[in-house]
């Protein structure tokens, strides 16, 4: 998949963006219910099970995948692990400020956010779904 094929596609990275897909709609806002979750170029989509169940229960279509980011040309919602000791929270939020991303942070998160927190992550995607339509 590339920036091309991305479409209305959501996208979370392990760093917690969430990248969204150009969707425009006359009618009342509808979360989008495709959602790619990407890890990086270092490790594979299995971390993100418990995030992927909640999703799935929640009746989204998630696919767990590592691509290239689509931060520069789509909205991004960024989760700032608090107390991350692998990536300073500093620099995540500066990721995030540079992204130009809707920033969100948990405090006392570990950098694998999404396999200790899924509950917080879900959340932030599924709110992210809901506002890339308004």
């Given at each position: 998949m590339n920036h091309k094929t991305?479409?209305?596609?959501?996208?979370?990275?392990a760093t917690a963006f969430v990248v969204f897909g150009g969707v425009t709609s006359q009618a009342a806002p509808v979360p989008?219910?495709?959602?790619?979750?990407?890890?990086?170029v270092w490790a594979d989509g299995s971390g993100w099970k418990g995030v992927y169940d909640i999703l799935v229960k929640d009746g989204y279509n998630v696919k767990a995948v590592i691509t290239k980011p689509a931060w520069r040309s789509k909205p991004s919602w960024?989760?700032?692990?608090?107390?991350?000791?692998?990536?300073?929270?500093?620099?995540?939020?500066?990721?995030?400020?540079?992204?130009?991303?809707?920033?969100?942070?948990?405090?006392?998160?570990?950098?694998?956010?999404?396999?200790?927190?899924?509950?917080?992550?879900?959340?932030?995607?599924?709110?992210?779904?809901?506002?890339?339509?308004?």
């Open positions: 991305l479409g209305p596609y959501l996208i979370a990275l989008l219910k495709n959602i790619v979750l990407v890890h990086g960024m989760l700032v692990a608090g107390s991350d000791r692998t990536i300073s929270p500093d620099l995540e939020r500066w990721y995030a400020s540079r992204a130009g991303s809707h920033m969100v942070e948990v405090p006392g998160a570990s950098h694998c956010v999404y396999v200790s927190r899924p509950k917080e992550v879900a959340a932030l995607i599924e709110e992210a779904s809901r506002d890339a339509q308004k």
